[in-house]
């Protein structure tokens, strides 16, 4: 085929390049586009490698213009600039390839996290209940918590804010402290008020574990709770639902599954007073983030993040916001 590729073409191929770079990562630059272009048009041949070559460009040039420019004034020249930091109309610190994008539903996406971080209207467990549980806590029955720690936990239970981050490198304790913050909201909200939620079913599997507690990956989750798997069976309740209206008598089979596939349903929810804790939470996708707050918003819980220091992995899909929460503090 020829290299260059219709308008509308190209501009579908360039959406579809974007949208996928997107839904792995926060940001990112052109080589992050030229990478995906070259796996979305894998299957299209061309005459020769400089046709394709030609056609990989165009996509990924088209794909940065979709895209959202992140501070474009780091690359600009000023007038008064020094001879040697110019290379004619660029500054030498613009390096091809290097300049970052994002985009409006990533953006959108932090935006409503970062709200829902400075939102001081969530529940709180009162402060004397907080320190007794910190007090007596035990890892395992055998450590308590430093002091840092404590610090950390109390920040969380006191705070009232919809969502608060624990940040730290791995192995300082995170998951440890989130430990005591679940044994404290049980304290106060009774047991099983604390979900956990992990990146993937492994994680999930060790924070259960680790904190004794029902626990998720969190694509389940939303795959179950708003996803594909809540609209099947939605569907299965209201078939069920019909054919009890439409006997006209007394259906125990029919009434069983309606009431199971309701009880099914509940099970993917967030409930009032409900602690979610969200372990490893710079390996979940900003998309996934801002879902996750978004079904909390309906229903009033409180988020906890384990945060695995927020610039450790840049091409992290979450890195941005979930590093921001650590940092944000609600306006004055």
């Known amino acids: 085929m020829e290299a260059a590729l219709p308008p509308d073409r190209l501009a579908a191929v360039a959406a579809l390049t974007r949208d996928r770079v997107a839904a792995k990562r926060a940001t990112w630059d052109r080589w992050n586009l030229l990478a995906e272009a070259e796996r979305v048009c894998a299957a299209i041949r061309c005459r020769t490698p400089r046709d394709r070559t030609v056609m990989i460009d165009a996509v990924a040039t088209a794909a940065e213009t979709q895209s959202v420019p992140l501070k474009e004034y780091r690359y600009s020249v000023p007038a008064n600039a020094l ?80 969502l608060d981050a624990v940040v730290g490198p ?18 106060e909200f009774g047991t099983g008020s604390v979900v956990g939620l992990a990146p993937a079913a492994a994680s999930a599997e060790v924070l259960g574990r680790e904190l004794s507690m029902v626990t998720e990956n969190v694509a389940k989750w939303l795959y179950e709770s708003v996803g594909r798997g809540a609209s099947q069976r939605a569907e299965r309740f209201f078939a069920a639902e019909e054919r009890l209206v439409n006997s006209g008598a007394a259906n125990t089979p029919l009434a069983q599954e309606a009431t199971r596939l309701a009880a099914e349903q509940n099970r993917w929810r967030f409930h009032p007073n409900q602690l979610v804790v969200d372990d490893e939470a710079s390996m979940v996708s900003t998309l996934q983030l801002s879902a996750l707050v978004h079904q909390a918003g309906m229903r009033a819980p409180k988020f906890s993040w ?21 940092k944000a503090k609600p306006p004055d």
């Open 170 to 187: 791995a192995g300082t304790g995170k998951t440890t402290t989130l430990g005591a913050v679940k044994a404290a909201w049980e304290s």
């Open 83 to 162: 001879p040697h930091l110019r290379r004619g109309a660029q500054g030498v610190f613009d390096f091809h390839g290097s300049r970052l994008y994002t985009d409006a539903a990533t953006l959108a996406s932090e935006e409503a996290v970062m709200a829902a971080r400075d939102d001081d209207g969530g529940p709180a467990i009162r402060a004397t209940a907080a320190m007794e549980a910190l007090a007596s806590y035990k890892h395992h029955g055998m450590f308590g918590l430093h002091s840092d720690q404590r610090a950390a936990a109390s920040e969380v239970l006191l705070s009232g804010n919809r």
């Open 306 to 326: 384990s945060v695995i220091r927020p610039n450790w992995m840049p091409s992290m899909p979450a890195a941005c916001s979930a590093g921001w929460t650590g």
